[in-house]
């Protein structure tokens, strides 16, 4: 399987490189593949050769760690350097692996990270221009009567701005498509396919599905229709989590007029609360970050938690808060008292929980399994970054690009999967897996039923071995590689995934079974179904 990969890689490369030498001066696509190949390539390439190494001189634990150490001082700095260059498709490819603590080795997380800054906003007059275009108009102030030109985020695809309506003074969040990023996207998304395929093949079926949806990010038409579809599904929800009303009448193919949620990113809280229980530990915030990934690169990701429920941690969060207010006016009061001898001041107390994250979790949980078992109309791309904690702590859900659709019967055999997983049923999860077209080389059963536990339902050493993600599934693979399976479940897994990186950022793992099972009993009771 190694010599077949790196025959296959220099077969390819070769036709890269011709590929390359004759449209030179034709297309941006073709220097950014050979680019990615002649970059990443030997890095990959390089990885793969080591992990060979290991299978056949079986060095140990202290000679294999050493090896991976050195390769990834190595090669960090490269990669993450690649991708800066690149650009484009290949930073959302960055960002989405740092997105969960536990998908690389700590060195590669840290660089990934950097990219959430990586890609600089244009300026309002360049953004305004496919406002004019898109509305047909003079001046973008004819739609827009005020326009904050520092945007509230951008990303590899477009930027979204605050904005006020002139026709009725509402105020908007407005997104906005770059020009000509769709065919460069596109370009990427094939090679990065087949560099995918050669390289690490075990992330061939996600790839495809997720390439899938996510060529349908391009027309905020169908994601303005995603919103408001959305919105009404979760009317029942708005008290905890709000989806923004999309303007539908306003909405073009590269704009995308909404209602603006006020509130901060949940991966800015999560480090403002991290970095103050660094500083009360009296740590950094980088030491403190060290600490925990250190944890699990040695012990694995932990399992569910099982401490207070969203409800206790609540009415202590608010205990909390009071005796902090109460506190502070004693404070207040001797510091005023206290006016001409500053040196004897008190400092304010700060003791309170900036997030209930029993609370977060939960709620997130049940919107995300109402989405799936019960409308079957679901955001395949629910990682920290889509989600805001607004001024009134309810949840604001972003960015529906990617939306899956599920039949009736579809969602009926998925309630059943996480029935069969919460009962440890493998009979049914063979019985579903044919169904789905599941095909392996020799379909082991205890590989599928390792990866079905995996990849839907939970984190942990007693699923994983203690490996991270790469290496659990390259272990899963070797032992049985996998080559199709029907692509309805992929969204699924990528939904429960993400799900569960946010939970193990905010220190909350879960059981995506324990929270699903009894809503999807509920629904095939409901709806006249058996398991």
Same mark, same amino acid.
């Given at each position: 399987?190694?010599?077949?990969?790196?025959?296959?890689?220099?077969?390819?490369?070769?036709?890269?490189?011709?590929?390359?030498?004759?449209?030179?001066?034709?297309?941006?696509?073709?220097?950014?593949?050979?680019?990615?190949?002649?970059?990443?390539?030997?890095?990959?390439?390089?990885?793969?050769?080591?992990?060979?190494?290991?299978?056949?001189?079986?060095?140990?634990?202290?000679?294999?760690?050493?090896?991976?150490?050195?390769?990834?001082?190595?090669?960090?700095?490269?990669?993450?350097?690649?991708?800066?260059?690149?650009?484009?498709?290949?930073?959302?490819?960055?960002?989405?692996?740092?997105?969960?603590?536990?998908?690389?080795?700590?060195?590669?997380?840290?660089?990934?990270?950097?990219?959430?800054?990586?890609?600089?906003?244009?300026?309002?007059?360049?953004?305004?221009?496919?406002?004019?275009?898109?509305?047909?108009?003079?001046?973008?102030?004819?739609?827009?009567?005020?326009?904050?030109?520092?945007?509230?985020?951008?990303?590899?695809?477009?930027?979204?701005?605050?904005?006020?309506?002139?026709?009725?003074?509402?105020?908007?969040?407005?997104?906005?498509?770059?020009?000509?990023?769709?065919?460069?996207?596109?370009?990427?998304?094939?090679?990065? =396919?087949?560099?995918? &395929?050669? *390289? %690490?093949?075990?992330?061939?079926?996600? #790839?495809? +599905?997720? $390439? @899938?949806?996510?060529?349908?990010?391009?027309?905020?038409?169908?994601?303005?229709?995603?919103?408001?579809?959305?919105?009404?599904?979760?009317?029942?929800?708005?008290?905890?989590?709000?989806?923004?009303?999309?303007?539908?009448?306003?909405?073009?193919?590269?704009?995308?007029?909404?209602?603006?949620?006020?509130?901060?990113?949940?991966?800015?809280?999560? =480090?403002?609360?991290? &970095?103050? *229980? %660094?500083?009360?530990?009296?740590?950094? #915030?980088? +030491?403190? $970050? @060290?600490?925990?990934?250190?944890?699990?690169?040695?012990?694995?990701?932990?399992?569910?938690?099982?401490?207070?429920?969203?409800?206790?941690?609540?009415?202590?969060?608010?205990?909390?808060?009071?005796?902090?207010?109460?506190?502070?006016?004693?404070?207040?009061?001797?510091?005023?008292?206290?006016?001409?001898?500053?040196?004897k001041k008190m400092n304010y107390y700060d003791f309170s929980l900036d997030v209930n994250p029993a609370k977060i979790i939960d709620t997130l949980m049940r919107v995300h399994g109402h989405e799936i078992f019960v409308d079957g109309y679901f955001n395949g791309d629910p990682h920290a970054g889509?989600?805001?904690?607004?001024?009134?702590?309810?949840?604001?859900?972003?960015?529906?690009?990617?939306?899956?659709?599920?039949?009736?019967?579809?969602?009926?055999?998925?309630?059943?999967?996480?029935?069969?997983?919460?009962?440890?049923?493998?009979?049914?999860?063979?019985?579903?897996?044919?169904?789905?077209?599941?095909?392996?080389?020799?379909?082991?059963?205890?590989?599928?039923?390792?990866?079905?536990?995996?990849?839907?339902?939970?984190?942990?050493?007693?699923?994983?071995?203690?490996?991270?993600?790469?290496?659990?599934?390259?272990?899963?693979?070797?032992?049985?590689?996998?080559?199709?399976?029907?692509?309805?479940?992929?969204?699924?897994?990528?939904?429960?995934?993400?799900?569960?990186?946010?939970?193990?950022?905010?220190?909350?793992?879960?059981?995506?079974?324990?929270?699903?099972?009894?809503?999807?009993?509920?629904?095939?009771?409901?709806?006249?179904?058996?398991?």
């Amino acid at each position: 399987e190694m010599i077949r990969r790196f025959v296959g890689i220099g077969v390819l490369g070769v036709g890269t490189v011709s590929m390359y030498v004759s449209q030179l001066h034709e297309s941006d696509g073709y220097k950014r593949s050979l680019m990615m190949w002649t970059e990443l390539g030997p890095v990959i390439g390089h990885y793969r050769l080591v992990e060979f190494k290991h299978k056949v001189l079986n060095p140990s634990q202290k000679d294999r760690d050493k090896d991976w150490q050195a390769l990834h001082e190595k090669y960090s700095d490269q990669v993450l350097e690649t991708i800066r260059k690149l650009k484009g498709f290949y930073v959302k490819i960055g960002q989405v692996l740092a997105a969960r603590p536990d998908t690389l080795p700590r060195i590669y997380i840290d660089k990934l990270r950097t990219l959430e800054d990586a890609v600089p906003y244009h300026s309002a007059e360049y953004v305004k221009e496919t406002i004019k275009r898109s509305y047909n108009v003079t001046d973008a102030s004819e739609i827009f009567s005020e326009w904050d030109p520092i945007p509230l985020g951008s990303a590899s695809i477009g930027q979204v701005h605050r904005a006020k309506l002139r026709s009725t003074g509402e105020e908007v969040a407005v997104k906005v498509q770059y020009p000509d990023v769709e065919p460069l996207f596109r370009s990427d998304i094939g090679s990065s =396919r087949t560099f995918c &395929k050669f *390289m %690490a093949p075990e992330q061939l079926l996600i #790839f495809d +599905e997720i $390439e @899938k949806q996510f060529l349908t990010e391009f027309d905020y038409r169908l994601e303005a229709q995603h919103l408001f579809t959305t919105h009404q599904n979760l009317i029942q929800f708005r008290s905890e989590a709000v989806v923004p009303k999309p303007h539908m009448d306003l909405c073009r193919k590269d704009v995308l007029v909404m209602e603006y949620l006020k509130g901060e990113k949940l991966v800015d809280r999560i =480090r403002k609360v991290a &970095k103050k *229980m %660094a500083a009360r530990e009296g740590k950094s #915030f980088e +030491e403190f $970050e @060290k600490e925990i990934v250190e944890k699990w690169e040695k012990e694995g990701p932990p399992p569910p938690y099982k401490g207070p429920g969203p409800t206790v941690i609540e009415i202590y969060r608010k205990t909390l808060r009071t005796l902090q207010f109460i506190g502070n006016v004693f404070v207040f009061s001797y510091n005023t008292l206290m006016l001409f001898t500053p040196s004897k001041k008190m400092n304010y107390y700060d003791f309170s929980l900036d997030v209930n994250p029993a609370k977060i979790i939960d709620t997130l949980m049940r919107v995300h399994g109402h989405e799936i078992f019960v409308d079957g109309y679901f955001n395949g791309d629910p990682h920290a970054g889509n989600f805001l904690i607004l001024d009134d702590d309810r949840i604001g859900l972003i960015d529906y690009g990617q939306v899956k659709k599920l039949t009736r019967e579809e969602r009926h055999d998925i309630c059943r999967l996480y029935i069969a997983i919460k009962k440890q049923d493998k009979a049914k999860m063979m019985e579903l897996a044919r169904k789905w077209n599941y095909k392996s080389k020799k379909f082991d059963e205890s590989v599928l039923y390792n990866m079905i536990i995996f990849t839907l339902d939970r984190d942990g050493k007693d699923v994983t071995g203690g490996l991270n993600v790469q290496q659990f599934m390259d272990a899963m693979y070797a032992k049985d590689p996998w080559e199709s399976v029907s692509s309805l479940i992929i969204m699924p897994v990528r939904v429960a995934f993400l799900l569960r990186g946010v939970a193990l950022l905010l220190s909350h793992p879960v059981s995506c079974a324990s929270y699903w099972t009894p809503l999807a009993e509920k629904v095939l009771r409901d709806e006249g179904q058996t398991y």
